[in-house]
Nanobody
Framework: QVRLVESGGGLVQPGGSLRLSCETS????????MGWYRQTPGKQRELVAA???????NYQDSVKGRFTISRDSAKNTVYLQMNNLKPEDTTVYYC???????????WGQGTQVTVSS
């Protein structure tokens, strides 16, 4: 079982930036698409960004132009650069690998992002 450890969240003012990291316990980027998700209380966890094994990226419309997903295979780490953050981006962010639309591994603890003045 691959372990996922998210970090990099925090408190930031509207318009600010954060970079989230997701360290995986195995070299899986050549096998799986990787995704960043977020879950607001009372709502389903939603996929906000994904990067395929070939390096193609996809984003939820609400974050296009503001968030960038990337990966470093040497460090077994996936990143989410978040710019121009908005209060509605406030929630816990998680990463996981995808098999089609199904997540491959158990969820990590996530990392809290709070956007507030």
């Amino acid at each position: 079982q691959v372990r996922l450890v998210e970090s990099g969240g925090g408190l930031v003012q509207p318009g600010g930036s954060l970079r989230l990291s997701c360290e995986t316990s195995g070299n899986i980027f050549s096998i799986y698409t990787m995704g960043w998700y977020r879950q607001t209380p009372g709502k389903q966890r939603e996929l906000v960004a994904a990067i395929t094994t070939g390096g193609s990226t996809n984003y939820q419309d609400s974050v296009k132009g503001r968030f960038t997903i990337s990966r470093d295979s040497a460090k077994n780490t996936v990143y989410l650069q978040m710019n121009n953050l908005k209060p509605e981006d406030t929630t816990v962010y998680y990463c996981n690998a995808l098999i089609d639309t199904i997540v491959a591994f158990s969820w990590g603890q996530g990392t809290q992002v709070t956007v507030s003045s």
